[in-house]
């Protein structure tokens, strides 16, 4: 295949990639629609008596429920690897990793997003954070696709092995940050269920995913992998490169400075929680904080701010 066919075909997997992600998304929600008047581990038992027997409504919308996850997560899975032909058809167009720019750090990230979100399902079961996953890796793929540039040769800066080990380090961590920040989200919401719902009301999809207190441990954990990754990858690998580029390790640029407070912010979380015993609420909002930092870092420093970074637009 020519460079333009790889282009192409890159175009048309990352496209359909976005269709079935939102796809995937769509059957996360109704999956917790279907669910909406489940009770929790529920031993649901047929009506009658017999293999014949008809099904209740309970049984029957926890079975809807979870075909539809099902269909989810297998969605989740096939998009992920359409979108892993699109970045590698990427990079045989440009002859290069395919990560340059930001459109190409969207769909490289958002993969990376998606394996780490299958990975850990395999795991740890995490599929309640499916809709979140599938949604926000929707809206980075079609955001990514507005800011669309062809394929080409890389700026001079950029012509170092320092690109593949500090970007594939950024997207590993960001990627798990994505995990941990929709774990802080559900654990949020149900906290607040835990506290304000009488027992005999608490049916829905919400009463059938794990307790606050497990969702939590998973956002913690998967908060403590990230942090030494984004640690080597903006505070060791980023300045490594810096020297080579422009002669100097650390200048303050925009995007070093936010890579910074993104540190800071991730730090601090974790240093409470093994300190000082955070946990809940307040770890929760910390860290949504530090994914919000991230985003900015990298959407609204590439899209608003000037800095020697800018030709990663």
Not at 9 to 31: D, E, P
Not at 197 to 212: H, K, Y
Request: aromatic content about 14%; glycine content about 10%; charged content about 10%.
């Amino acid at each position: 295949m020519t460079a333009a066919q790889y282009e192409q075909f890159s175009n048309y997997a990352v496209a359909s990639a976005t269709g079935i992600l939102a796809l995937a998304f769509v059957a996360y929600v109704a999956q917790w629609g279907f669910a909406r008047k489940v009770a929790p581990e529920r031993e649901l038992v047929s009506a009658g008596s017999g293999q014949d027997a008809p099904a209740s409504d309970e049984e029957t919308a926890a079975e809807r429920s979870d075909v539809a996850g099902g269909i989810g997560f297998s969605l989740t899975a096939l998009a992920g690897v359409v979108l892993l032909a699109g970045v590698v058809s990427r990079g045989l167009s440009a002859e290069r990793v395919p990560w340059g720019n930001m459109y190409e750090f969207g769909c490289a990230a958002t993969l990376m997003a998606v394996a780490a979100y299958v990975v850990l399902v395999k795991m740890w079961a995490i599929d309640w954070v499916g809709p979140i996953i599938t949604g926000f890796g929707t809206v980075v793929l079609g955001l990514s696709a507005l800011v669309f540039v062809p394929p080409g040769p890389l700026v001079p800066a950029l012509h170092s092995y320092w690109l593949v080990i500090h970007v594939l380090g950024a997207m590993i961590a960001g990627a798990a940050f994505l995990v941990g920040a929709a774990a802080s989200v559900l654990y949020l919401v149900k906290a607040r269920a835990e506290r304000n719902t009488a027992e005999d009301e608490r049916v829905g999809f919400l009463w059938r995913i794990p307790s606050s207190a497990k969702i939590d441990q998973v956002a913690y954990r998967v908060h403590a992998f990230a942090f030494p990754i984004w640690t080597f990858a903006a505070l060791i690998a980023g300045p490594i490169w810096a020297q080579y580029a422009w002669g100097r390790y650390w200048g303050w640029d925009p995007k070093e400075v936010w890579a910074f407070i993104t540190w800071v912010v991730y730090a601090g979380y974790l240093h409470a929680r093994a300190t000082a015993g955070w946990k809940g609420k307040a770890a929760a909002i910390i860290a949504l904080i530090g994914f919000a930092t991230f985003v900015f870092n990298f959407v609204g420093i590439n899209l608003f701010v000037s800095g020697m970074h800018s030709y990663a637009k």
